[in-house]
Structures are given as C-alpha cells and as structure tokens.
C-alpha cells in the first residue's frame, strides 16, 4: 500500500506570494489533517477534512485554507505569505480520523518564505 | 481540557544504556495515547499507541510505554539504547471520541557512542 505523499517536497516563495499543497491519503483512508511544525512552535494543527468538509480547526488566520476532494486528497493554500509561515508542513492521513486511530504522516513540505 | 506534556526537551544517553522519555496529559475524556518518532528530514512515524485496553504497551524498534492513569502519565522507555534510535519523540493525546489530537512538544533523543 502505497504511504501519505506530499507535493511539492520543497518550496520556495517571496512574501506576499500564496503557495498550494497537495496531500494523497493512504487509500481507504478518509481523514486527512495538516500540521504545521517550526523549531520555535513545534506541530501545531492546521485543520482536518473528513468526507470534503472541514471537521476541525486550529488556531490560524484565515489565510491558511483547505479544501479535500471526493477522492480524500487534499489540497492546503496559504495567501499573502509571511516570512513567519516558513515551516515544514506534514500532512496526515487515518480512516476515519477517530481517537483511536493511527494517523500516517506523510515526508512534508519544506517551504521557505524569503 | 486537553494537553500533552513532555518533561524534557533533550535526553542524552548512551549506546547501549536505558532510554526514558517522559509524558504526562490532561484530558477531559479517556483518551488514546500515542508516541510518534521523527527522525530529521523525515516524517513522523508511529512508535506505539495505547487505547484502554493493556496498560502496558509495547511498539516497534524494543519501545514500550505503560500507561498510568493514576499518575496521567505515559512515560516511553527502551531498555538499551541502539545509536539509530537517536531523533525527536513525540507524545500525542486524543480523548475519546473526539477526532482531534494534541501533540506534546517533542523529546530530542540524543545517543552517544
């Protein structure tokens, strides 16, 4: 079974630019979340999708978005970059996204903001 | 309310000696307990998870973690440290039911020769 895959591996933007990541989920799986993690902040959760809806939210502006398509896969935008929204951004995928399943993490998206 | 916290940012240890990495939550609801390994330039990947069946859990790679909850603890230990193991741990809580996790601050393992 093929795992979580991210596109692209690595970015590059300037500020103000917007960027667009790409998550395909473990097939089956139904649940896809984002995580955003910096040295200084660690992970902090972007938001979750089940079944093309936005299910849970963290605490981020509203220029981090997402959407989820009918397949699971999952697309993460971030508008007006900020040299802050440097990071690497991992993607996870479970079935169902309940406590108690294992969620499988994707590489991650490097992406620099210069 | 939920949280996740680990007690230490970096353990040194070496080869061959004990490993423990410490985790104490706070959760509303009986929650699942999991620890996610990351090694650099990597994703995380899961070491073991706990979800009220045995308190004590074993995972890959010689890991276990026994869940207290007298002591809201889940601490991960290993018995002999292997050099490959050395990377940043986190402990994740998700209450019952509910479909969010909480990620601990992350453990930086570091192995000596």
């Known amino acids: 079974k093929a795992g979580v895959t991210q596109t692209p591996r690595y970015l590059i933007k300037t500020r103000g630019q917007q960027v667009t990541l790409s998550c395909s989920p473990i097939?089956?799986?139904?649940?896809v979340s984002w995580y955003q993690q910096t040295p200084g902040q660690g992970l902090q959760f972007l938001f979750e999708?089940?079944?093309?809806?936005?299910?849970n939210k963290g605490n981020f502006p509203g220029r981090f978005s997402g959407r989820q398509f009918s397949n699971s896969r999952s697309e993460m935008n971030v508008s007006t970059l900020e040299l802050g929204d440097s990071a690497l951004y991992l993607c996870?995928?479970?079935?169902?996204?309940?406590?108690?399943?294992?969620?499988?993490f994707g590489p991650g998206t490097r992406l620099t903001v210069l | 309310a939920q949280s996740v916290t680990q007690l230490d940012s970096h353990v040194s240890v070496s080869e061959g000696t004990p490993v423990l990495l410490r985790c104490n939550y706070s959760?509303?609801?009986?929650?699942?307990l999991f620890w996610y390994v990351q090694h650099p330039n990597k994703g995380l990947q899961l070491l073991l998870k706990?979800?009220?069946?045995?308190?004590l859990v074993k995972g890959i790679n010689g890991f276990e973690a026994e869940f207290k909850k007298s002591e809201t603890s889940f601490h991960l230990t290993k018995p002999s440290a292997h050099m490959s193991d050395a990377a940043e741990y986190f402990c994740?809580?998700?209450?019952?039911?509910?479909?969010?996790?909480?990620f601990g601050s992350g453990t930086k393992l570091n192995v000596k020769p």
């Open positions: 996870a995928s479970s079935l169902a996204g309940v406590s108690v399943d294992e969620q499988f």
């Open positions: 097939s089956g799986h139904r649940s």
């Open positions: 706990y979800t009220s069946a045995a308190t």
């Open positions: 994740v809580v998700s209450p019952y039911n509910f479909n969010k996790f909480y």
């Open positions: 959760s509303s609801y009986s929650p699942s």
């Open positions: 999708y089940f079944s093309e809806t936005q299910r």
